[in-house]
């Protein structure tokens, strides 16, 4: 029961309409203040009746108003259905003086904070395109393109949107240790299987890509078995998405990548659905194999080094070529991206230490001076082994162990040369 229902029934209980002269109405439509005031004057205490002993404190004194609140108050007055006598010039210098004052500032403030969220918006626009496609397993790979750490991965995932139909298979081409299977395998983990197969000129890669006869474990015959690229198209014949990942696709023969050019051109079926085809080695009754999937479940790309192989014409038409130079800014972003996914607190400034000793090393291999240049695996390595999170403590690592390999050597003795030991040496520095 609230204060003014009691007060009300302390005044009807005392018969206060026919003491004070009012009605049952008045009682009704009126004010606490005006209920209290009947209370005591049936001599009542009112405070006692609404059940709290604390006095009521006295009412605040009415600030004095501006000509403009009067004039506000006014309008708010005549706004409700009571009469009020209004200067209508007033009320517009009021209403203009409350939005110069009041609204301008508010607005201002709003976009002030409009503007320092606008990179967060771009960050979620970027997540959203790479989510394109609705599935969860797609969220790592957008938060890595969102991240900007990663150059590679926002130039190939356009093109690469699991479980959707993928016409345009991508090949990249960059420096020696960009990155390049680093960035393919955070798109593959938006695919159910990424298999990645490494290629090479073996007269035996062929087997290897489609599968064949292997012996059995107790070496009691053979038994046949499907390669990687034959697992693949099983895989992806049951309805699983499947990345396929040629790395260092120029390093297989030019026999292999001919007998590649019909799997990698899609063949309309009966309903005129473009399938990947693949006849296998497993056979029935002496029939081979067939496996079929569709363009949706199985994707394919490439990654290579530009070197002194130039595969054929036939071959590089199945393929949309991206080429990456080398970039120092680009390289610290790849490296920022491999030390934060290892939890390395200084991630950023060791990514940039890294990509300048890598830039240097680099202009030390074009000269002699170096065997080879430091690539993105000496940082995976170092990170791998460093004795804590830090950048300090990877680098530490990096200097102490991980430049060897960078050493050329003279090939009549053996011994590493004084200039490549210098230029280790070098590194050593510019990464400490």
Known sequence: MNNNTKLRQYLTSNNASSTLGITGRQIADASQAQLKQW???LGGDPVAVMGDSTPAPAPAPAPASTEAEDTLRALQDLLGGRSASVDMDKVRDAVQDAIANDVSPSL???QNQVDALSPLADTLDKIADAMKGGTSSRLPLAVAVASGNNPILELIQP???SGSANPTKVCISAPPSYGKSYSISLLGQSYDHCITHGCSDDMDEWHEIIGGATPREDGNGFIVSDGKLANAVRLASKGESVLFFLDEVFRLSPKVMEKMLDFLAPQPDADGIKRYKLTTKHNDKGVLETLTCDMDNL???CATNLCEVIPPEAFRS????????FDSAMVAN????VATKFGITDAADLGGRFAMAMERSREMKASGQLLTSLDIRNLETACTHSSDNTGASVLMWMCANGLDGLKAWDSDTGDVTLDSI????ELATMLA
């Open 318 to 325: 199945r393929f949309l070529f991206k080429h990456v130079q």
């Open 159 to 161: 093109y690469y949107d």
């Open 299 to 301: 994707h394919i790309i």
């Open 334 to 337: 790849i490296a920022t991206s």
């Open 39 to 41: 209370v005591t004057d």
């Open 108 to 110: 201002e403030k709003m």
């Open 422 to 425: 210098n230029g280790v040496a």
